[in-house]
């Protein structure tokens, strides 16, 4: 009879395969990890441009393509190295609306695959502030909605100067309807006791 030489290491390999049909796992068999999409920066102005990357791309990719309905156009990603991912730049619209966007992210000639992320497009800031001038000695209760039964988030001074919004109708206030919307403190103020120093907006 002839013996053949084992080692101990191919004995456990070997038992594991009697005892349940199946080799070990090697490392080649570990599943792939799934693409992965970064926006940089992630609140961006309207008019200006984010930065795209995206990694662990399927070897066989013969191009890769970012868009997003906030993009001027979709925008192909040039392959970089050490480390291996995707990147690119794309502009978003002038009239992009504000809030969050979602950038897909899918390859050519490489199977059926996205990826996913997202950045912001902050609220344009009011382009023209309007003043106004507290007209009440006794001062001006800031309202939490444009009634004077809503809770005070706060106080202005006589003459003080402040910040208009826009307006909107409100509870009435000696026979004045309109009311202001204001930042600092968020809320609002009767018309009644406030003297604009321009065109105030209505309020969308």
Not at 47 to 69: E, I, L, W
Request: hydrophobic share 40%.
């Amino acid at each position: 009879m002839v013996r053949s030489a084992v080692s101990g290491c191919a004995v456990v390999a070997l038992a594991s395969v009697a005892f349940t049909g199946v080799a070990p796992a090697s490392a080649s068999d570990a599943p792939r990890a799934e693409p992965r999409v970064t926006v940089t920066p992630a609140s961006v102005k309207q008019k200006a441009a984010v930065t795209v990357r995206v990694v662990n791309v399927p070897k066989t990719c013969r191009a890769v393509q970012a868009k997003s309905d906030a993009f001027a156009k979709p925008v192909m990603l040039a392959k970089k190295t050490k480390p291996l991912m995707y990147t690119g730049q794309a502009a978003v619209k002038a009239n992009a609306a504000p809030g969050s966007h979602q950038v897909v992210v899918g390859g050519i000639g490489c199977g059926k695959w996205v990826a996913k992320g997202t950045f912001t497009v902050p609220a344009a800031p009011n382009s023209k502030v309007v003043k106004g001038t507290v007209t009440s000695k006794a001062g001006l209760f800031v309202r939490r909605q444009p009634t004077s039964n809503s809770p005070a988030t706060g106080t202005y001074r006589y003459r003080q100067t402040i910040a208009l919004v826009c307006k909107k109708a409100g509870q009435p206030v000696a026979g004045n309807r309109t009311w202001y919307r204001v930042n600092v403190p968020k809320g609002w103020v009767t018309a009644r006791y406030v003297k604009a120093q321009g065109f105030v907006p209505n309020c969308k």
